[in-house]
């Protein structure tokens, strides 16, 4: 069974960073895309960032030149670094992997089960 556990997630004023990590387990996703989403109250589920294998990258505009997005394979772990981070950023976010057709989409086959990221102004 294939699980996804997150953490790195908490309370931080405007300004501050947070790394967020999140390792699977019960496969390997050396090939497989993997991805950050958040939430916030009230609104849509959004995509952050997205890595593949190669190492290629893609952010939301939102959010480029504060955070990057990062994987180790041998770990089966996708991290998430988010400096000067601002108020709107506050959300639950998540990781996935694996997504059912386009990196760009909300389909993905894996879901973490959430991180609550709250940034204080």
């Known amino acids: 069974q294939v699980r996804l556990g ?6 931080v004023q405007a300004g501050g960073s947070l790394r967020l990590s ?4 019960g ?11 958040r939430q916030a109250p009230g609104k849509d589920r ?7 294998w190669s190492g290629a990258t893609f952010y939301a505009d939102s959010v480029k030149g504060r955070f990057t997005i990062s994987r180790d394979n041998a770990k089966n772990t996708v991290y998430l670094q ?30 973490g089960q959430g991180t609550q990221v709250t940034v204080s102004s």
């Open 6 to 11: 997150e953490s790195g997630g908490g309370l």
């Open 82 to 111: 988010m400096n000067s981070l601002k108020p709107e950023d506050t959300a639950v976010y998540y990781c996935a992997v694996d997504p059912v057709g386009t990196l760009y989409g909300n389909e993905y086959r894996y879901w």
């Open 46 to 52: 959004e995509l952050v960032a997205a890595i593949i």
């Open 22 to 25: 999140c390792a699977a387990s």
């Open 27 to 37: 496969r390997t996703f050396e090939t497989a895309p993997m991805a950050w989403f």
